[in-house]
């Protein structure tokens, strides 16, 4: 009988999901990040798998884990695993696939919105009794339809953000290190370089994976190629765009917004300029996780460990 | 010279924009929509077209206009004007929601994805400290797609709400006195009656114009019937929906959120219990405010006016109920 071993940060609420999902035979067994160390490397001992979801695991933990056939993130995003330890054990890893793509790229269009229409700040207003105000030429608030968007990184989440577009008539560009002719066709995206994007979208949205190369990708260079009515948004990595190099340009009005839900340091820094800032919306890392996403992510998790019982290979695996 | 009497609310870079529009030879003059009606039937006495954004039209003003050719309304509603007045005086009344709808629609669907993500709450939970937590995320958070939207009136907004929402692949709905079977066909939507469409929808949107027949049409018994998690947006006219039947179906929790433009009082009485529930989005009746909108609607009503002085019949007349 496999054994899973489940470590998260998650709500009791996901838990029962992800553990519900499991079929029948499967025995799994969860521990909350916040307990005590021990206890995860007790029930990693065993285990045949483990479900990863946020947060690190020990060197201890991995290295004891002597049965483990595969390491399983509910994320996309793999940069909180040793890749080199996971190498070095011959442990392979994989992220979630597919299965929380449909809650980033809503998210990073209700993004889009909330900037262009200015959402947070009138809501406040309204409820503050300010009806309009800030609004007194009326030429303020915004609409995608018609716009440029330009898509960073076109891979599963960035192509669903075209798709979730199709109704608003935009221009779509994508800058990508690989080509997809059949996603350019169906949705209607040009593949361009990402300076030309920068250059030539009204609104930028980031969806590639934090790996080195990425790692401040949208700098100060790259900021300062934006138009000055553009409107940026993250829903990938907080360490993709160079955090103080975006607030500057905020600050001076030199782009006209962001929408982020990711940020170098998390959570937040309290003193973090972007929390005072009034054109820009932001969210606690919060994108992926949609009521819908959980079963998709278990499901996921569990039919790649069935492939690893039938000797197939895992998929989505994210080493190099 | 043909004179245009332009009642604004937005006056500025707003008026600009669309008076811009204006041909050679038109006479144009603007006055704030909020004065007196003693104040507009003085204006607008040897007007032959009103533009008007916003405020009220009453007869005693159209009376005060024997040479009156057009009221041109800059707003997809015409609830402000008297129409049965309009009507009796062979005054035609033209709104423009068709060039209105691509900006409603869009603050529409932005509100739909903001109430059901609680981006303002959020927004403001993380300015206080908070992170993820129970409060902010992650389970609980429906997404649009997997969700049937039902569009209640399917005009030229409702219509545009539905081709926005292509990419989503959502389930669309709509309940309308009128059938739209191309639309239908176009943009992959289902005619059902009102009752079906609210009972069936984890998002609601209204569409409808404000008339006598469209007053109150959302209430105690309409909201009763919506599931448990579903959400009420609102970018038509306050008082379609009944707003005290609405704010006890908020309070206990009998559905989920609201996205609302608009209010039975507007600015939002300051005791308006709205104003505290986090459940709720809440926008000061600026939907079809956009940067590009005034001129869009400038174009349009100057169009309008060339038409009438050709002789022909206007474009988006509108009809007492």
Redesign the interface.
């Known amino acids: 009988m496999p054994k899973v071993a489940y470590i998260t940060?998650?709500?009791p609420?996901?838990i029962e999901?992800v553990v519900g999902l499991a079929p029948p035979g499967y025995e799994v067994v969860s521990r909350h990040h916040s307990a005590p160390e021990e206890e995860k490397v007790e029930i990693a001992r065993d285990a045949d798998f483990i479900i990863l979801h946020s947060g690190r695991l020990s060197e201890e933990l991995l290295r004891n884990a002597v049965r483990l056939r595969l390491l399983q993130l509910l994320s996309a995003g793999y940069e909180n695993v040793d890749l080199d330890l996971m190498a070095e054990l011959g442990i392979p890893v994989a992220n979630v696939g597919g299965a929380n793509r449909?809650?980033v790229a809503?998210?990073a269009?209700?993004?889009m919105?909330?900037v262009?229409?200015r959402?947070?700040a009138?809501?406040?207003?309204?409820?503050a009794?300010r009806?309009?105000e800030g609004?007194?030429?009326?030429?303020?608030?915004?609409?995608?339809?018609g716009k440029t968007v330009g898509i960073v990184g076109f891979g599963r989440i960035g192509q669903i953000v075209a798709?979730?577009?199709?109704?608003?008539d935009n221009t779509i560009l994508y800058c990508d290190v690989v080509a997809y002719p059949e996603a350019e066709r169906e949705l209607g995206a040009e593949r361009v370089s990402l300076e030309h994007l920068l250059r030539e979208s009204d609104v930028v949205t980031v969806h590639v994976p934090l790996l080195p190369e990425n790692r401040g990708l949208i700098g100060k260079r790259e900021l300062s190629l934006m138009r000055p009515t553009a409107i940026l948004v993250n829903t990938a990595r907080g360490p993709i765009i160079d955090e103080r190099a975006l607030i500057s340009v905020l600050k001076e009005g030199r782009i006209r917004g962001a929408g982020l839900d990711v940020f170098e340091q998390?959570?937040?820094n309290?003193d973090n300029p972007l929390?005072e800032m009034e054109n820009v919306?932001?969210?606690?890392?919060?994108a992926?996780?949609?009521?819908?996403?959980?079963p998709r992510r278990a499901a996921f998790a569990y039919q790649n460990f069935q492939r690893v019982m039938e000797g197939k290979e895992p998929l989505s695996l994210v080493q190099e | 010279m043909p004179k245009v009497v332009f009642l604004g609310s937005?006056l500025?870079?707003?008026s600009e924009?669309m008076l811009g529009h204006a041909p050679p030879g038109y006479e144009v003059v603007t006055y704030s929509t909020y004065i007196t009606d003693e104040e507009k039937a003085e204006r607008v006495r040897d007007a032959d077209f009103i533009l008007m954004l916003e405020g009220r039209l009453p007869g005693a003003v159209m009376e005060a206009a024997p040479g009156l050719r057009l009221i041109q309304l800059a707003t997809a509603g015409y609830d402000t004007v008297d129409l049965v007045a309009a009507a009796r005086l062979g005054i035609p009344v033209s709104n423009m929601g068709v060039v209105i709808a691509?900006?409603v629609a869009?603050?529409t669907?932005?509100?739909m994805?903001?109430v059901?993500?609680r981006?303002?709450y959020?927004?403001?939970?993380?300015?206080q400290?908070?992170?993820?937590?129970?409060e902010?995320?992650?389970?609980?958070?429906?997404?649009?797609?997997?969700s049937t939207v039902g569009i209640v009136g399917l005009g030229n907004i409702g219509q545009t709400v539905a081709?926005?929402?292509?990419?989503?692949?959502s389930r669309l709905l709509y309940a309308d006195i009128v059938a739209y079977p191309d639309a239908e066909k176009a943009l992959g939507i289902r005619r059902l009656p009102l009752n079906e469409v609210l009972g069936e929808s984890d998002v609601v949107t209204i569409h409808v114009p404000l008339t006598p027949s469209t007053r109150s049409m959302i209430g105690e018994r309409e909201l009763s019937l919506m599931r448990p998690g579903a959400v009420l947006v609102n970018t038509s006219r306050g008082p379609v929906v009944n707003e005290a039947a609405l704010i006890r179906a908020l309070e206990d929790g009998r559905i989920r959120g609201a996205g609302l433009d608009v209010f039975e009082e507007?600015?939002?009485a300051?005791e308006s219990p709205l104003?505290?529930m986090n459940s709720v989005?809440?926008?000061?009746?600026?939907a079809g405010?956009?940067?590009?909108?005034?001129h869009r609607r400038g174009k349009f009503a100057f169009d309008n006016f060339q038409r009438v002085m050709r002789g022909e019949e206007p474009l988006s007349l509108v009809h007492p109920d």
Request: charged content about 20%.
């Open positions: 940060h998650s709500s609420e996901v999901v449909e809650g809503e998210m269009v209700a993004l919105l909330a262009y229409r959402l947070v009138l809501d406040a207003g309204v409820r009794g009806w309009r609004l007194s030429t009326g030429l303020d608030t915004f609409e995608l339809g798709r979730r577009l199709q109704g608003f998390e959570p937040i309290q929390l919306v932001l969210a606690p890392h919060a992926g996780g949609t009521y819908e996403s959980w | 937005f500025g870079g707003v924009a691509a900006t869009e603050h669907v932005a509100m994805l903001a059901l993500r981006l303002a959020v927004d403001h939970l993380v300015k400290g908070s992170w993820r937590d129970e902010t995320g992650c389970m609980g958070v429906p997404e649009l797609g997997e081709r926005r929402l292509q990419g989503f692949e507007e600015p939002l300051r104003r505290r989005l809440l926008s000061p009746h600026i405010n956009s940067g590009v909108t005034w």
